[in-house]
């Protein structure tokens, strides 16, 4: 059974910092998911990634297939970046593994 | 906007109730998902149609019951539901590879959910 760890649970920044979320996973997988929450409950897929790096805005992702693990780095952050971020990991006739969900609040 | 839409987005009910939530993907694509979130827990996969069909049941309760009449529309139907069963449920969407399992997957889609509270 694949097992997704994200760090930390919890992250409190100020406005401007850097921001690095980790995840690990257990298994070899196809696919890594980094995934936004808003409070209120709705879901936003901002990465797929099975390789390398990919970069969105002030978002990147990450993913090291040998070592199992991906980050997820927010340059810049913004009050507005304050949500769930959450990895997961497969997909398709599997559907998806989710992390506990990392907690991110940007302070003004 | 995302292309799914859930409803109701909030629904409160008793144990002896029978209600559905209902999910609409307007972006064509063959597969659909529910998915659990409890508070303070991971979100869980509880179902997955693919084409229409079937293909994960993840040890659900016979108290939720699954219907996918065409790819577009996904419903879970809930019948003596039990408090422990009050948390938001997810409906997704997907274009899955035609080439079967293995293949890299795909972005996944999410409606708002469906805040459920049972009394």
């Known amino acids: 059974k694949n097992e997704v760890e994200q760090s930390p649970q919890n992250l409190t920044a100020q406005e401007g910092e850097f921001i690095t979320i980790n995840c690990s996973y257990s298994?070899?997988?196809?696919?890594l998911h980094w995934l936004q929450q808003h409070p209120g409950g709705g879901i936003v897929s901002l990465f797929m990634?099975?390789?390398g790096k990919k970069k969105h805005g002030r978002l990147i992702a990450t993913i090291n297939i040998q070592e199992k693990h991906s980050s997820l780095h927010i340059t810049a952050s913004h009050p507005r970046d304050s949500a769930v971020y959450i990895c997961?990991?497969?997909?398709?006739?599997?559907?998806?593994?989710f992390g506990k969900g990392t907690h991110l609040i940007i302070q003004p | 906007e995302t292309g799914v839409t859930q409803t109701p987005r909030h629904l409160v009910m008793g144990m002896t109730n029978k209600k559905s939530l209902k999910c609409e993907q307007h972006?064509?694509?063959?597969?659909m998902y529910w998915y659990k979130q409890s508070a303070k827990k991971p979100l869980e996969l509880m179902f997955v149609?693919?084409?229409?069909?079937?293909?994960e049941n993840n040890s659900v309760p016979s108290r939720f019951s699954p219907e996918c009449p065409n790819s577009s529309h996904l419903f879970l139907h809930l019948h003596t539901l039990q408090p422990e069963d009050s948390a938001l449920y997810l409906c997704?969407?997907?274009?899955?590879?035609?080439?079967?399992?293995?293949?890299?997957?795909?972005?996944?889609?999410f409606g708002a959910g469906t805040r459920l509270s049972v009394l």
């Open positions: 997961a990991s497969g997909g398709g006739a599997d559907g998806l593994t």
């Open positions: 149609y693919n084409f229409k069909e079937q293909t």
């Open positions: 972006l064509g694509h063959n597969a």
């Open positions: 990634l099975s390789s």
């Open positions: 298994v070899g997988i196809s696919a």
């Open positions: 997704a969407s997907s274009q899955e590879s035609t080439l079967g399992a293995g293949e890299m997957g795909y972005i996944q889609y």
